[in-house]
């Protein structure tokens, strides 16, 4: 997708789908302009139709997914390395099974066309009552579910309009960067109209302009707060992505002299191989020596935050808004002093990069108090793997042409541990936290993504909601490594509240994984125990097999865990048992 004020493409060549006139063909030519080349889709009797216009575009590649929630998933990750992804289900039971991707896309702030196959247009405004329904003649069930998580929706059951309906959504998603909802009546797709009669006219979404007054004064009063600072530091938050803020952030990271560090969710978005960056602050289990850097500095400009329950910590920093500049995708807000709205983040940080005294002395602090992490203990050859070992050679692998797929769990925090290399791609779903995100999130980045090897860290418990679109990757020839972490249970709950709920039935995981191989396509799988195995097993994945999907069972005690999430679980537990405020 083109980042800019245009978004689409040349002419297209003689024999487009987009010639013969139909909606259609308009809808598979759009998704083409804004830049989606792959659509994760499940087939129902409302969508064939559309699937046949869709799949006759030759520049579009439809990815048949095993269930709805996963083809929701896999946009997401699609959309996480292209900017835009979409996904097509069919009426209410696929529209229904959706809704959960959908609305972790919603709260991760990414573009996803959401299409759906609707009831044919004649049955709008009639008493009957259709199948694939809560058998009532009201087909508006689906739409009214999608409202809140969609920043804009469309029923096209009309051709007069559908031109109209079909483009506001998608430029809207674009420029509110939100998942939308457009739902097309199954007897549409294939009949031509006039307003279809020409190749659709690329998008020219205009710029978002700062209020140039408000930018001036934005900058003035943060300026004059940040150069009476003493040791001022900088993070980076979850919003760069959806600001575009990324080179900006790093122009005043390197004007400033200030230290970068990142929020959890943040990770990925902030270079880590720039010589002032110091870690992930996550309050009391930030990376070594970057909390206490934070949290000590007299003056903090946070980019792009967003302070929930999880990444405060069960509400826990140690931060003082008198002392922080708030910087949000269109707002700047000074300490406990003024708030400027329509000042657009990167704008405003490339011109404050130009006003800021070099401070290099948070830096200073940080080299002068840095201990390099330890080493996990030595240990016998036969001896069981500990996870901390794991994530050790996983560390090894990384490099610029791999990116890491982070599940809901304790991988969140062993992955947030790794020190990305330039170029290198992280992935996970903070703020929406849903189990299971990662097999389908993984899918669809790898599918956008294939100058990358995705290396993906999966918990046991989560692979069991959405383990079938491994399917999917084998089909697609993918060749992600994915390492299915076995510890028996839902780990991060049981540091949370732990019962006998947080248990779950073992599987054969690399069993079933063979079993869904079945001998078609390239995928291979190992399972480890030791060290030993692990070193062998990553050889293979990356000199044999590094042309095939490549699944390693890796068994770990239940209590193995990272001491950050003995920590977190703690703090989160004790914010969710809070008593009744008395009335």
Known sequence: MEVGNKTGSSAHPNGSCASSGTLGGHLAR?????????????????????????????????????????????????????????????????????????????????????????????????????????????????????????????????????????????????????????????????????????EPVPFFLAPKVSNQLGLEAAVEATADFLNKAVKPVIVGGPKLRVAKAQEAFVELADASGYPIAVMPSGKGLVPEHHPHFIGTYWGAVSTSFCGEIVESADAYVFVGPIFNDYSSVGYSLLIKKEKAIIV??????????????????????????????????????????????????????????????????????????????????????????????????????????????????????????????????IGDGSFQVTAQDISTMIRCAQRSIIFLINNGGYTIEVEIHDGPYNVIKNWNYSGLVDAIHNGEGKCWTTKVRTENELKEAIATATGEKKESLCFIEVFAHKDDTSKELLEWGSRVSSANSRPPNPQ
Not at 400 to 413: K, L, N, P, R, Y
Request: charged content about 15%; hydrophobic content about 40%.
């Open 328 to 457: 949000q995708p269109n707002r700047v807000t000074i300490g406990n002093g003024p708030s400027l709205g329509w000042v657009f983040m990167a704008d405003f940080l490339s011109a404050l990069a130009k006003k800021l005294k070099r401070n290099s002395t948070a830096v200073e602090n940080y080299r002068r108090i840095f201990i390099p992490p330890g080493m996990p203990l030595r240990h016998g050859n036969d001896e069981p793997l500990r996870v901390n070992v794991l994530f050790k050679h996983i560390q090894e692998m990384l490099c610029g042409d791999s990116a890491v797929i982070a599940e809901t769990g304790d991988s969140w925090f062993n992955c947030q541990k790794l020190r990305l290399p330039e170029n290198c791609g992280y992935e996970f779903q903070m703020q929406y936290g849903s189990i299971g995100w990662s097999v389908g999130a993984t899918l669809g980045y790898a599918q956008a993504a294939k100058d990358k090897r995705v290396i993906a860290c």
């Open 30 to 198: 759009r998704l083409v302009e804004i830049g989606v080349k792959d659509v994760f889709s499940v087939p129902g009797d409302f969508n064939l139709t559309l699937l046949d216009h869709l799949i006759a575009e030759p520049e579009l590649n439809l990815v048949g997914c095993c269930n709805e929630l996963n083809a929701g998933y896999a946009a997401d990750g699609y959309a996480r390395a292209k900017g835009v992804g979409a996904c097509v289900v069919t009426f209410t039971v696929g529209g229904l099974s959706v809704l959960n991707a959908i609305a972790g896309a919603y709260s991760e702030n990414l573009p996803v066309i959401c299409i759906v196959g609707g009831p044919n247009s004649n049955d709008y405004g009639t008493n009957r009552i259709l199948h694939h329904t809560i058998g009532l003649p009201d087909f508006t069930q689906e739409l009214r579910c999608f409202q809140t998580i969609t920043c804009a929706q469309a029923v096209v059951n009309n051709l007069d309009d559908a031109h109209e309906l079909i483009d506001t959504a998608i430029s809207t998603a674009l420029k509110e960067s939100k998942p939308v909802y457009i739902s097309i009546s199954c007897n549409l797709p294939g009949i031509p109209h006039p307003t279809f009669a020409r």
